[in-house]
């Protein structure tokens, strides 16, 4: 049986490497960063999505099967930097829509392309509601930049690139927590750091209040989200946009729990006004029906067993102590 050829892009980013060592053990992964991925088992391509020439190298070269396009700029440096957020997160991801069109018509067979989208293209602020929010609630008017990016490209891949053989597939995921790489610059990234620093015994200054709500979801889940919307068959694909969760605790929940293994960890709070703004943008609690009902999704790690079954042992590993 031939191996199917991937194409991933920010393979280099938290969701990458995660992905990279699932799917690289029976496929071909050619992956593109801007940084230069060391992984021994992987085709590599320095370089941005940007380059169209050398998008252009890929579509010559390569008959591909699946594109996860996972290149984006974060949502706190988007905000500072609005047009590159438009320039990456926008015209970026329209350039690898148009690689999937050009090797759909090539090849002449469907090309499934996943799209990582965000809570962020939800917008709770005027709501009364922010609570069991599903796929089609609040979603006109998001806040910040990353947002607005997420959801025109939800959007344009749904409207336009579905119809010229793009199997155009989505979730939108909440806070991501891993515990085999450090946050790098999300809104939400309060709650990894706050777990990084407790088990490196350093104190943590949290950018929100203690009563922020968000919900989240451990590396090892959203992982295997991605790969069972990816797995399954187009049939049963109807809606291509999906919330996935696991639990929404607050920044207090989240202190509280992490003293339960870290009880030295100290917390103390300087809010940033324009990251709480943007957090209290986003729902508090989300509603994955629509991936339960359609594709099978169900969470492995809740709030409880999250610690002592995936943080606990795999920062020892990662921080080798």
Same mark, same amino acid.
């Given at each position: ?14 969701? @990458?490497?995660? #992905?990279?060592?699932? #799917?690289?053990? $029976? ?27 050398? !998008? ?13 396009? !996972? ?13 590159? +957020? ?13 690689? *999937? %069109? ?5 090849? $002449? ?10 809570? *962020? ?10 609570? $069991? ?11 910040? &930049? ?7 490209? &939800? ?13 155009? %597939? ?8 891993? *515990? ?5 610059? @999300? ?30 979801? *451990? ?19 109807? +809606? %291509? ?13 989240? &202190?509280?729990?992490?003293? &339960? ?39 492995? #790690? ?20």
């Amino acid at each position: 049986m031939n191996k199917k050829v991937i194409l991933i892009t920010g393979s280099n980013g938290e969701i @990458g490497k995660s #992905l990279i060592d699932k #799917l690289s053990k $029976n496929n071909t992964i050619i992956a593109l960063d801007v940084n230069h991925n060391s992984k021994s088992n992987i085709e590599t391509i320095k370089g941005s999505i940007l380059d169209n020439n050398i !998008l252009n190298k890929i579509n010559n070269k390569y008959k591909l099967s699946e594109i996860y396009h !996972l290149a984006a700029v974060l949502s706190t440096k988007a905000q500072k930097n609005p047009s590159l +957020s438009n320039e990456v997160n926008y015209n970026g991801t329209i350039n690898l829509l148009e690689l *999937a %069109r050009l090797q759909a018509k090539k090849y $002449n067979h469907s090309i499934k392309f996943f799209f990582p989208s965000s809570i *962020a293209i939800y917008n709770m602020l005027n709501s009364n509601l922010n609570n $069991n929010i599903n796929e089609k609630d609040n979603i006109n008017n998001p806040i910040t &930049e990353y947002g607005k990016a997420k959801l025109k490209c &939800e959007k344009i891949g749904i409207e336009k690139y579905l119809i010229k053989g793009v199997d155009f %597939r989505c979730i939108r995921f909440p806070g991501i927590i891993s *515990a085999i790489s450090r946050p790098t610059g @999300g809104t939400s990234d309060y709650a990894p750091e706050m777990i990084h620093a407790a088990f490196l015994n350093a104190k943590y200054s949290c950018f929100v209040n203690n009563k922020t709500i968000l919900p989240f979801i *451990a590396m090892p889940d959203a992982i295997n989200a991605i790969i069972k919307l990816m797995n399954t068959s187009k049939e049963n694909i109807k +809606s %291509r946009i999906y919330n996935v969760t696991s639990f929404s605790p607050s920044v207090s929940d989240l &202190e509280i729990k992490i003293k &339960e293994f870290f009880p030295n960890f100290k917390l103390s709070y300087d809010i940033d006004k324009n990251r709480q703004k943007i957090v209290d943008s986003w729902p508090n609690f989300i509603n994955d029906t629509l991936a339960r009902e359609e594709w099978g999704w169900s969470s492995n #790690l809740n709030f409880d067993n999250f610690f002592i079954t995936y943080i606990n042992p795999n920062l020892k590993e990662y921080y080798k102590i």
